[in-house]
């Protein structure tokens, strides 16, 4: 699948993936800026693309970031529909008690092309019932 993608900064770098087989896209900040402890920021990544229809871009946080630098997408899974133009930006969260400092070309999310199904939805008086039935949180375990 190609998915166009334009420059909107002359330092910006194209998503790139780690090996042959990842799912994630790496994107990378533009920017150089601090992020204070429980604060979210708007990180650049200096692109825009353009996502095939019946498809959506997903951002999820890198392991890495996440795990040992207490750093996250603050929607923890961003949606870019594949109608938008606009630049791609990361809302990043510290999570940790510390500062964290983001470098320009550094790794800050990933990014997963997705399938979507285009549904639509009908309101009902009776849905089919189930085992499970209208049993909530935790009702499926034994």
């Known amino acids: 699948m190609l998915v166009k993608v334009k420059k909107l900064n002359k330092e910006a770098i194209i998503p790139f993936r780690g090996s042959k087989y990842a799912a994630g896209y790496d994107l990378y900040s533009c920017d150089e800026l601090n992020i ?15 996502i095939p229809q019946g498809y959506f871009g997903a951002v ?25 133009r606009g630049e791609l930006k990361v809302m990043l969260h510290n999570d940790s008690a510390e500062e964290r400092q983001i470098f320009k070309g550094e790794r800050i999310a990933q990014l997963v092309i997705l399938p979507y199904f285009d549904i639509e939805f009908m309101e009902s008086e009776q849905l089919d019932s189930t085992e499970r039935g209208e049993g909530g949180f935790g009702s499926s375990g034994k």
């Open 60 to 84: 999820f946080a890198r392991s890495g970031l996440a795990s040992k630098e207490g750093l996250r997408p603050a929607n923890c899974v961003g949606v870019i529909d594949c109608d938008y």
């Open 36 to 50: 204070a402890s429980k604060q979210t920021v708007a990180v650049s990544t200096g692109i825009a693309i353009e």
